[in-house]
């Protein structure tokens, strides 16, 4: 398999650590595409993910799937072992559940920020900004982080007693929040201490090195 993404971003992390998680790095070759330079913008690549974004996973087979919540399935499924995306009814429904809420309050919040209210990716890829719109994603952010912190002082994990996408999930908003220098505030002392149990996972401690 390849994984087309480009090292440092939040969302290739969350493929990152799934990989790590099911430990299938032996098994995967990752594929820089240069987010700097607007690659994910050319017609080559637009090809691959009509939504020009990263990362994207390529089976030996030529076929190719997009969207980080989506390559997760399909690699927590490849050993009929899932581990990541529940194997209930109602765990697979809740994970969803709160993975999507992860991304819809926090990290896409974050990264329309990130491309609206900052530099972004520069000029040749930013050709259209709305500072204004930014500005609101990075409160939206904010009110998303005391969200999760309200969940997490009643449970050890963001759907409930155990790890999850959608702890990947919210772990890449707090990746992009840090890039982009957006704090989480210091009474959040759930969403603190979660953070530091993440911060300790194999997977994500090795996520950058891989
Ligand atoms: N919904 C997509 C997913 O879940 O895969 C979003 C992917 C996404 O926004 N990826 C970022 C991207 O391609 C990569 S990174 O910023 O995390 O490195 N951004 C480039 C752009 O121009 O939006």
């Given at each position: 398999m390849t994984i087309h993404d480009w090292h440092t971003g939040p969302y290739p992390a969350r493929v990152r650590i799934a990989v790590a998680e099911k430990g299938l790095q032996p098994q995967v070759r990752f594929h820089s595409v240069d987010l700097l330079k607007g690659e994910h913008k050319q017609p080559g690549f637009l090809a691959i993910n009509y939504s020009g974004t990263l990362p994207v996973l390529e089976l030996a087979d030529g076929s190719f799937i997009a969207e980080c919540t989506a390559i997760t399935e399909y690699l927590d499924h490849l050993d009929g072992q899932p581990t990541l995306t529940g194997t209930t009814a109602f765990e697979k429904g809740t994970i969803h559940m709160m993975s999507r809420r992860a991304e819809l309050e926090v990290l896409d919040a974050i990264s329309v920020y990130f491309h609206?209210?900052?530099?972004?990716?520069?000029p040749t890829v930013e050709l259209y900004q709305n500072a204004e719109w930014g500005l609101r994603q990075r409160d939206k952010a904010l009110r998303g982080m005391r969200y999760f912190d309200s969940v997490l002082k009643t449970q050890s994990f963001v759907a409930g007693e155990v790890f999850s996408m959608a702890d990947i999930t919210l772990f890449g908003g707090l990746v992009f929040a840090e890039i982009v220098r957006v704090?989480?505030?210091?009474?959040l002392s759930a969403l603190h201490a979660w953070h530091a149990r993440m911060l300790a996972r194999p997977s994500v401690e090795g996520w950058k090195t891989m």
């Open positions: 609206h209210a900052t530099p972004g990716l520069g704090a989480v505030p210091p009474e």
